[in-house]
């Protein structure tokens, strides 16, 4: 099976800040990857697909990069509703979908 | 405006069942693959389980293999997760969730709120 790791678990940010979130696959899976946002008690909400590609109705101050093993995800100017957690997923191995173990982003 | 309102939820003991139901509506439900994914209380998500538009194809994690079955009812728009011989493991809030429609599959675009399993005696 195919494991996803985020780095770092969890951090803390300041509004303004560019903020970087690290994810990487056991092995190579293209651009097949995902990026999800989940605040506390609510589902999570699709942000990026295809590594790259924004899903309509995200603000552009998100942005993901990468491919094969290692993916970012990037917000350029953290807002306040932008404190959440974050998960990459991966779907190179479809139907089986893995999740990374999320990276937490707090207020400073 | 999609939307996807699991329930079904509860207390149960281990070794018991329970049937989850997914109301979807806002988009026309037959045409989309359906999957159910879960998070135990402060973890993260795992995916459990997938079927596809017309239900004749279904995909399990291999930790619930032969213990859940995924359905559906197109003409009721509702996503079912039936799940049996319940562990303690199991308790989670269990999510379902809509699959984008393009030419790769596996990208989750809408979810709904989720409801609580949990497994406890």
């Known amino acids: 099976a195919i494991r996803m790791t985020q780095s770092p678990s969890s951090f803390s940010a300041s509004t303004g800040d560019r903020v970087t979130i690290t994810c990487r696959a056991s092995q190579g899976i293209s651009s097949y990857l995902a990026w999800y946002q989940q605040k506390p008690g609510k589902a999570p909400k699709l942000l990026i697909y295809?590594?790259?590609t924004l899903q309509s109705g995200v603000p552009s101050r998100f942005s993901g990069s990468g491919s094969g093993t290692d993916f970012t995800l990037t917000i350029s100017c953290l807002q306040s509703e932008d404190f959440a957690t974050y998960y990459c997923q991966q779907y190179y191995s479809y139907p089986s979908l893995t999740f990374g173990g999320g990276t937490k982003v707090e207020i400073k | 405006e999609v939307q996807l309102v699991e329930s079904g939820g509860g207390l149960v003991q281990p070794g018991g069942s329970l049937r989850l139901s997914c109301a979807a509506s806002g988009f026309t439900f037959s045409s989309y693959w359906m999957h159910w994914v879960r998070q135990a209380p402060g973890k993260g998500l795992v995916w459990v389980s997938r079927i596809n538009s017309d239900g004749s194809s279904t995909s399990y994690a291999d930790s619930v293999k032969g213990r859940f079955t995924i359905s559906r009812d197109n003409a009721k728009n509702t996503l079912y997760l039936q799940m049996n011989s319940l562990r303690a493991e199991d308790t989670a809030v269990y999510y379902c969730?809509?699959?984008?429609?393009?030419?790769?599959?596996?990208?989750?675009?809408?979810w709904g709120q989720g409801t609580l399993v949990t497994v406890s005696s």
């Open positions: 295809a590594a790259s």
């Open positions: 969730a809509r699959e984008l429609r393009i030419a790769v599959a596996g990208i989750i675009d809408y």
